[in-house]
């Protein structure tokens, strides 16, 4: 019986793609100069309909922050830092979950694991174009805790997609993503410069030791972003009105114990003066760090 | 005891990154330095000269990072290895955060330091891009380390390692493997790895203009880099800008030629041992974190520059 209604099912969706096809045949000849992309797309359209997606957000120091350290050098000190979206998961993963939805239909949901001082970047998040937002309330944890959290929320989701940054520019662990994956049992695409949809597989280019590979994957999966898998885009008037009023749902914390802690913070010791070379003796350059810095 | 490192390998070798891996681990004292590795492998890959005894190998050659680390946390086990370490490089961002929650691991990803067990077990890592450093305590029995890649060098035990076949069982996956294009076609050092570095920016004017560059990296058998915006407008591959938001290096000599110094560009490049700038404004920001400095146009510093490096290896 299953199988009948199954095969039927088959027949049917097989006859529509034919019957889209053929309204695409006709549009055709209208437009001689449709692109091979826009055939991709619809063609994408046919399977990737309305992709649930989460996009994995975080809040950290603007790149021109000082970094100086408070408590006897166990606390980050925020005083006159201001925060922003993590360059990585602003700039690439949540705009390529908004180019993706615009291409295909569907729903960019974010998440944030924090307090409620990460509602201005959450907010930001929401003009740039993502349709609701969910904050774990809980003071920030170790990557582990930070996983499960968002773990915990994405398992009865659906989730199509799961996109994070490749990595914080405050902690640089790029942990998180690959975390999720394990733990919810999906496939990790680490380090992704491009995504596209062809039917029903997803086309990754990533970054691996020594080159960039090509995968396909078929079914949810997370992903992490790095440069190139979107183009970062400015919140526009509107999107930032619309962003007042769009959904901001604040869940309660699921409980983990934390499996590392930072104890303490040091910078780095400071260069010593330049030494000056002149600029038509470029030989006695080589000679210093040759004789002098023995690192030729 | 014993400890497990992750090596990646490379026509039948473990990469540089892996070595370093190997050397960190045989440096802990915490047992015998047991590898796994899978794919094509030649004799011991070259790792019982970099602290390996024994080598794990599974002949399959491509698998998913899932895979990867279920097979690699069913190596720890089978080895009594309380201690998994992976070079921070690309394919230890994919599998170590998978074994870490296999094995109820705490981990230190990015670690620039050997764990300090005098009191619990401290490792120190990179944070805030290079602009500070982090103690981190791990509270759990197992746990995984990830070193970033020239942050503990080579260290040489000229030892020899058994291979022994590791056939665990890797699950399924739903990823596939369409097609590998390597960054560089003559087998140069990968840039997080390279222990030179010859950077340069928007000072360059254009792209046709890299050729001294270039010429400066290959003399050296250095990797070259780029500014942001250098990436950005297309000048030079994505894969070559470091700084904040690009990638972080550490190598022994890192040039900067026509590079403001922005604190961007500064935090991915201020962990390398020595910098030497040139720039032909005197007042640049990168001049202060630089050790030797050259303040002149690079389109006439170069061509003597690289003369000069052209005597210099020919003697
Ligand atoms: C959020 C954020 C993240 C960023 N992340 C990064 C990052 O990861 N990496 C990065 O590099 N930047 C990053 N930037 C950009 C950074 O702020 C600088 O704009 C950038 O580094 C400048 O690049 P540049 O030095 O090549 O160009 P410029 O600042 O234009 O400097 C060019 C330099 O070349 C010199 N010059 C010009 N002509 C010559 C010549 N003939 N000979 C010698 N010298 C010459 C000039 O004196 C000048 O110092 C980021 C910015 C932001 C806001």
Redesign the interface.
């Known amino acids: 019986m299953i199988k009948e209604i199954e095969s039927s099912k088959n027949q049917l969706f097989q006859k529509n793609v034919r019957n889209i096809m053929r309204a695409y045949e006709i549009e055709l000849n209208f437009r001689a100069n449709l692109s091979g992309q826009k055939w991709l797309s619809l063609q994408a359209r046919i399977k990737y309909k309305n992709m649930k997606i989460l996009v994995c957000i975080s809040k950290a120091?603007d790149?021109?922050s000082r970094?100086a350290?408070t408590d006897n050098n166990t606390k980050f000190d925020e005083n006159g830092v201001q925060y922003i979206v993590n360059?990585?998961d602003e700039w690439y993963a949540l705009v390529k979950g908004i180019e993706l939805k615009e291409a295909l239909g569907g729903n960019v949901t974010t998440i944030t694991v924090g307090g409620a001082d990460n509602e201005p970047i959450i907010r930001k998040a929401l003009a740039i174009g993502a349709d609701d937002a969910v904050r774990v309330d809980l003071e920030t944890g170790?990557?582990?805790v930070v996983?499960s959290q968002i773990a915990a929320y994405a398992k009865d989701q659906g989730f199509d997609l799961i996109l994070c940054g490749?990595e914080t520019?405050?902690?640089?662990?790029?942990?998180?993503?690959?975390?999720v994956?394990?733990?919810l049992?999906m496939?990790?695409?680490?380090?992704a410069?491009s995504l596209t949809m062809e039917g029903s597989t997803a086309?990754v280019e990533r970054?691996?030791?020594?080159?960039?590979?090509?995968?396909?994957?078929?079914?949810p999966?997370v992903l992490?972003a790095a440069?190139?898998l979107a183009e970062q885009r400015i919140p526009n008037m509107r999107g930032i009105m619309a962003a007042r009023t769009k959904p901001l749902n604040v869940i309660a914390a699921v409980s983990v114990?934390?499996?590392?802690?930072?104890?303490?913070?040091?910078?780095?010791a400071p260069?010593?003066a330049?030494?000056?070379?002149?600029?038509?003796?470029?030989?006695e350059?080589?000679r210093?760090?040759?004789e002098d810095?023995k690192?030729? | 005891m014993s400890v497990l490192v992750y090596t990646?390998l490379?026509d039948g070798k473990a990469?540089k990154?892996s070595l370093e891996a190997l050397s960190y681990a045989s440096k802990m004292n915490a047992g015998d330095v047991v590898a796994f590795c899978h794919g094509t492998l030649n004799g011991d890959g070259g790792m019982g000269a970099f602290g390996a005894a024994k080598v794990l190998h599974n002949a399959t050659e491509n698998l998913?990072?899932?895979q990867i680390?279920k097979l690699v946390t069913d190596a720890a086990a089978q080895t009594g290895a309380d201690v998994v370490v992976f070079s921070?490089?690309?394919?230890g961002?994919?599998?170590?955060?998978?074994v870490?929650?296999?094995m109820?691991?705490?981990?230190?990803?990015?670690a620039i330091s050997l764990p300090d067990t005098s009191a619990g077990y401290?490792v120190?890592?990179?944070?805030?891009?290079?602009?500070?450093?982090?103690?981190?305590?791990?509270?759990?029995g197992k746990k995984v380390i990830s070193i970033v890649p020239n942050s503990f060098g080579l260290h040489r035990t000229d030892g020899t390692a058994s291979v022994e076949t590791f056939n665990g069982d890797a699950g399924s996956?739903?990823?596939?493997?369409?097609?590998?294009?390597?960054?560089s076609t003559d087998g140069a050092v990968?840039l997080p790895e390279a222990d030179?570095v010859v950077s340069a920016g928007r000072g360059m004017k254009g792209p046709e203009n890299w050729g001294p560059v270039e010429e400066l990296a290959s003399i050296?058998g250095a990797a070259t880099a780029c500014s942001r915006p250098v990436?950005d407008i297309g000048w030079r591959p994505?894969?070559e800008?470091v700084g904040?938001?690009?990638i972080?290096i550490r190598p022994?000599?890192y040039f900067a030629i026509g590079i403001s110094g922005a604190?961007?560009h500064l935090?991915g490049v201020?962990?390398s041992?020595?910098i030497?700038?040139i720039n032909k404004d005197p007042e640049a920001p990168f001049?202060?974190?630089?050790?030797?400095?050259?303040?002149?146009?690079a389109f006439?510093?170069l061509p003597?520059?690289i003369?000069?490096?052209k005597?210099?290896k020919s003697h």
């Open positions: 120091p790149t021109t970094i350290f360059p990585y170790d990557s582990f996983a490749k520019i405050n902690y640089n662990s790029s942990l998180v993503g690959g975390m994956a394990e733990m049992n496939p990790y695409l680490s380090l410069t086309i970054e691996v030791q020594g080159g960039m590979e090509v995968l396909e994957v078929t079914g999966f992490s440069k190139g114990d934390q499996t590392a802690e930072i104890v303490s913070y040091t910078l780095p260069k010593g330049c030494k000056y070379v002149d600029a038509d003796h470029p030989e350059l080589i210093l760090l040759h810095a690192v030729i | 990646d490379h990469s990154g998913d990072a899932g680390a921070h490089d690309n394919s961002k994919a599998v170590a955060p998978r870490a929650v296999r109820n691991a705490g981990i230190v990803a990015g401290v120190r890592k990179s944070v805030f891009s290079g602009k500070a450093m982090a103690d981190v305590s791990l509270k759990t996956s739903s990823v596939k493997v369409r097609s590998f294009k390597p960054t990968p030179i050296f990436a994505h894969h800008h904040q938001t690009g972080a022994t000599l604190i961007q935090a201020n962990g041992k020595v030497v700038v001049f202060k974190a630089a050790d030797y400095g050259i303040v002149g146009d006439e510093v003597k520059l003369e000069a490096a005597s210099f």
